[in-house]
């Protein structure tokens, strides 16, 4: 009887323990969030008293895009949710001062602020959604990027530059056209070196467009300060579609940056390691199987009519052309495809 005594005491000693932790660790809660909301209403506060408009409203249309292709990926509200609120909190990080700070201005904290929690945000569904991120390429879509490349350089008028250092860079960017283009137009094995290749050339192909994206969406002015409707919506289309791709654009900035050594990695047999991962990561991504020289000419012609279209009359930005080519013909592909597939049965 004792013996049972003391064993029921001692379940009741346990269970007053872990209602004790867990109502200090909801005292806790209780007493973080609060400081968030009154920090939040300060910033309200500040926000609508300032002379400046310190949060323009494309910055919100980047946050949906990037919600919206977090969600995609997912699958899942409550993950996007959880990753949000994450990712909120440690985006107050960005209201400490830094180290060259002399004087503290915190409306310039508030303008880092949306991009502090976009930054932690990405990096949490990267780390989270790491294989769903990560998309299968092919010839195809290697070559469709190499056609790019090729109109980006005309337009931009590259060509006529008398630049030793551009020249050289774009001889090297001729022989990666080259390569791609080989391969799309013959069946030479697709191997481990140059799967690796091709992945690799994709990925600096990307983020070249991102950033020239990146570069001239910002070159738009703010939503709030355009007269046209018109052009307001087409303004918050572009920073929506900018969110979208955002997360896909430092997942492949981190696939570049990790060939090169760190402080603690400078080519020891850490940085060693770290490659052969990431080598095998680039060769994962990249598909074994070859396309048809059919698809090969079809994706040629398509991408190039866009883009001499495009460069002729002037219809729509060169970043938006591009990006637009890169979304329609995968989507005119896989109809394709399923149509000669429908045909067949």
Known sequence: MKTEEKVTQEKNKNRTTKSEKGFKLKNYMIFIGSIIVLFLIYIGYRI????????????????????????????????????????????????LPGKRESVYNFENHIEIWPYTFIFFF?????????????????????????????????DYGFVNTENKFVLSIMIIGVLFVIFSAVHAFTNIKLSRTNRLILSIWSSIILVLFALDNIYRVYQNDDIENTN???????????????????????????????????????????????????????IKRYSDEQISITNSIF?????????YLNFKYQILPRHTSIWLAFVLLPIILYIYKYIITRSYR
Request: contains cysteine.
């Open 228 to 282: 046209n409707l018109i052009k307001g919506v087409w303004i918050g289309i572009q920073y929506f579609l900018l969110g979208i791709s955002s997360v896909y654009i430092v997942q492949n900035m981190f696939m570049l940056i990790g060939f090169l050594p760190g402080k603690q990695s400078f080519f020891n047999d850490k940085y060693y390691r770290e490659l052969e991962e990431l080598k095998n990561q680039h």
């Open 122 to 154: 990405i990096i949490t569904n990267i780390v989270i959604n790491e294989d769903k991120i990560i998309p299968k390429l092919t010839e195809g879509v290697t070559l469709m990027k190499s056609v790019a490349v090729i109109y980006w350089v005309v």
């Open 48 to 95: 609508n008293n300032s002379q400046e408009r310190i949060i323009p409203i494309s910055v919100i249309a980047l946050i949906f895009g990037v919600l919206y292709e977090s969600k995609r990926i997912s699958e899942k509200w409550s993950t996007v949710l959880f990753s949000a609120l994450g990712s909120f909190v440690f985006s107050f990080l960005s209201f």
């Open 299 to 307: 994706c040629v012609f398509f991408t190039s009519t866009i883009f």
